[in-house]
């Protein structure tokens, strides 16, 4: 491990781990300051590696991939210099497939492939949920990979295509994979954009004087200077040039989308744009709904910062009871601690959050959270609130009950240790040791993103699979591995 290379979250290993970032620039100068700009923006969706793949026409591809923070590795004129080109695509990277946790360089993307029509590079945000099946049956027919990715099968599938274009050879390679995929190419002219037919995980398309962007949200078109122009759609495949502009079309069977209803509470940041809304805005409705649902009367709404804080804010603003950063949250500690001892590990998360004590002394406190996974930050706390004198601590959560892993591309641990999956809410709150637990409903926030009439049981618009246990796509692999499937009602 280098003196730089950042622990995954060291402290952070009670929340559900954001999957990838992925950034593509083409008809820019110098693209891969955009694209290191975009991934800079899209670093919270994973912080343990990136990569940059560029093309120009006189030193063809060229790529840099390292562990670590963009800002440490993208920013050297030593690093930049070596990524010419007017196109350019790139992956930051948290591993949910492979060497979990363990991410091996040899695992950090945008992957590359020669083909004989010319090269192609490829980085991908999701989890293909047949990518054993997949492996195997390539690896049985002669592929020979490169690394432990799941991603790395599109190149394979895409190598024993007899499509004539790299569109071609990725539509058919993409058409055996199933799973969740938002996925940004590039050949040495064109940039590529595709989004599987569910539309699970977000890609957005924005345009800088001549030359366009692809981006996981649209906080990173924003820092570069682009214009969001829209969504790309669930199913769809663009085909960028700066000669031809943007090419659509919808190469598989369309179905009901059904985007990670947990990108809007917890994954995307809040100044990014989801299905037309600000996510921000989206999370304080959360706070209302929550505050409608599951009122308690309580002298202060505090949020765990900063994930709960929108929520917080509408909870306030829903019932009447006054908003107070009653925890504060060190900005430098945390993501960036270099190796800590044992010593410093156990004192966890006070670590990272300090209770603002002449605050909350002998008040009744609404503590607003995103989610509760094992549920042992929570607990912690709450031990903290109330060392610090507070009265009663109630808990809200601004998503239900997390009690099934998810296969689309975010970490979650295994169901046994999803403290919803072992316990009921009275349970938690006990075993949480605060004085009440309430989650927002699905219903309740199916209509915080905009769904007025709640969740459609028969028809949901939104994966929301980690708290209905209703897969949208059969995670095959899994059930494969044993992973036993909700009990049809
Ligand atoms: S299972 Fe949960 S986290 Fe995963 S894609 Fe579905 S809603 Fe998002």
């Known amino acids: 491990m280098s003196k730089t290379m950042p622990l995954a979250h060291p402290f952070d290993d009670d929340k559900l781990k954001e999957e990838c970032g992925i950034f593509g620039a083409v008809g820019v100068a110098d693209a891969a300051n955009f694209v290191a700009l975009g991934l800079h923006a899209l670093q919270h969706r994973g912080q343990e590696a990136g990569g940059i793949v560029v093309h120009d026409p006189v030193h063809g591809f060229n790529s840099a991939r390292r562990m670590g923070y963009v800002r440490d590795n993208f920013t050297s004129h030593e690093v930049m210099q070596t990524l010419p080109g007017n196109i350019g695509i790139g992956h930051v990277r948290y591993s949910t497939a492979g060497n979990k946790g363990q991410t091996a360089i040899r695992d950090v993307q945008p992957f590359f492939g020669e083909f004989s029509m010319g090269g192609a590079a490829i980085a991908h945000n999701g989890n293909i949920t047949n990518a054993d099946a997949l492996r195997r049956e390539l690896i049985e027919r002669g592929s020979i990979f490169q690394s432990s990715s799941d991603s790395e099968c599109i190149i394979h599938l895409m190598a024993r295509s007899m499509g004539r274009t790299i569109p071609d050879r990725m539509e058919e390679a993409l058409r055996k994979v199933e799973g969740a995929f938002s996925v940004v190419a590039m050949t040495r002219t064109k940039l590529i954009g595709v989004r599987d037919p569910l539309g699970v995980r977000p890609l957005v398309l924005g345009k800088l004087g001549d030359g366009y962007m692809l981006a996981s949200e649209?906080?990173?078109?924003?820092?570069?200077?682009?214009?969001?122009?829209?969504?790309?759609?669930?199913?769809?495949?663009?085909?960028?040039?700066?000669?031809?502009?943007?090419?659509?079309?919808?190469?598989?069977?369309?179905?009901?989308?059904?985007?990670?209803?947990?990108?809007?509470?917890?994954?995307?940041?809040?100044?990014?744009?989801?299905?037309?809304?600000?996510?921000?805005?989206?999370?304080?409705?959360?706070?209302?709904?929550?505050?409608?649902?599951?009122?308690?009367?309580?002298?202060?709404?505090?949020?765990?910062?900063?994930?709960?804080?929108?929520?917080?804010?509408g909870f306030s603003l829903q019932s009447g009871i006054p908003y107070a950063m009653g925890i504060i949250r060190n900005q430098y500690m945390g993501r960036t601690f270099i190796e800590p001892s044992e010593q410093i590990r156990n004192m966890g998360v006070r670590l990272k959050l300090n209770v603002n004590r002449a605050l909350i002394r002998n008040k009744r406190i609404?503590?607003?959270?995103?989610?509760?996974?094992?549920?042992?930050?929570?607990?912690?706390?709450?031990?903290?609130?109330?060392?610090?004198?507070?009265?009663?601590?109630?808990?809200?959560?601004?998503?239900?009950?997390?009690a099934w892993p998810c296969f689309y591309g975010v970490d979650t641990p295994q169901r046994e240790k999803l403290l919803a999956a072992t316990m009921t809410e009275d349970e938690m709150r006990d075993h949480l040791g605060v004085d009440s637990l309430k989650f927002i409903s699905l219903d309740g926030l199916y209509r915080a993103v905009g769904e007025a009439e709640g969740r459609d049981s028969k028809a949901p618009k939104y994966c929301d699979a980690c708290f209905s246990g209703e897969y949208p796509v059969a995670p095959t692999d899994m059930i494969e591995k044993g992973f036993q499937l909700k009990a049809a009602e």
């Not at 600000?278 to 765990?304: F, Q, W």
């Not at 610090?388 to 239900?400: D, L, M």
């Open 366 to 402: 609404i503590l607003v959270d995103d989610s509760v996974v094992r549920g042992t930050t929570s607990r912690k706390i709450k031990d903290m609130l109330l060392d610090a004198g507070a009265a009663e601590v109630h808990f809200r959560i601004a998503s239900p009950p997390t």
């Open 218 to 313: 649209t906080c990173a078109l924003d820092i570069v200077g682009a214009e969001f122009l829209r969504e790309i759609e669930p199913g769809e495949m663009v085909v960028i040039s700066a000669k031809s502009g943007v090419q659509s079309h919808f190469p598989f069977r369309r179905r009901q989308s059904r985007f990670c209803i947990f990108e809007h509470v917890y994954f995307s940041r809040p100044d990014s744009i989801l299905g037309g809304r600000s996510v921000y805005e989206t999370r304080e409705n959360i706070g209302r709904e929550l505050a409608k649902e599951s009122p308690v009367e309580a002298d202060l709404v505090c949020p765990v910062p900063d994930s709960g804080t929108p929520a917080a804010i």
